[in-house]
């Protein structure tokens, strides 16, 4: 019997290819993370916005309802949260909310942010 030149061929190519599939996986898993984060944060946005838009409501209140729901809603999958309110003399008020997404990618560092604006309420009789 004669030696085989392919011994050991295909542990090789399994040596070449697996951190190539295992980073395709990693990145799949931070591109489902980063959408359920920003998902979370358009929606606490909308709330602190909801919350902030009311007749007489301090800017607190907003940013207080955002971040509630924000705690809650993006529990795992968003880290840091943070909720800013403006309101604009022209009657809008701004709610920005924001984070960072957990890493599965070695060195990568994901923020997402959402802003919405929505006019504020007036009582006319």
Request: without cysteine; aromatic residues 8%; negative net charge.
């Amino acid at each position: 019997m004669g030696l085989r030149d392919d011994q050991g061929a295909l542990t090789l190519g399994y040596v070449a290819v697996l951190p190539f599939v295992f980073l395709l996986i990693m990145v799949v898993l931070q591109t489902a993370l980063w959408f359920l984060a920003r998902e979370a944060v358009l929606a606490a946005a909308r709330q602190g916005a909801d919350a902030a838009r009311v007749v007489g409501a301090r800017d607190s209140a907003g940013s207080a309802a955002a971040l509630s729901f924000v705690h809650q809603a993006g529990r795992g999958y968003l880290d840091d949260p943070a909720a800013r309110v403006r309101v604009s003399g022209a009657g809008t008020v701004s709610v920005t909310v924001e984070g960072r997404v957990p890493s599965f990618v070695p060195g990568l560092v994901v923020h997402v942010s959402e802003t919405v604006q929505a006019p504020v309420e007036e009582f006319q009789p």
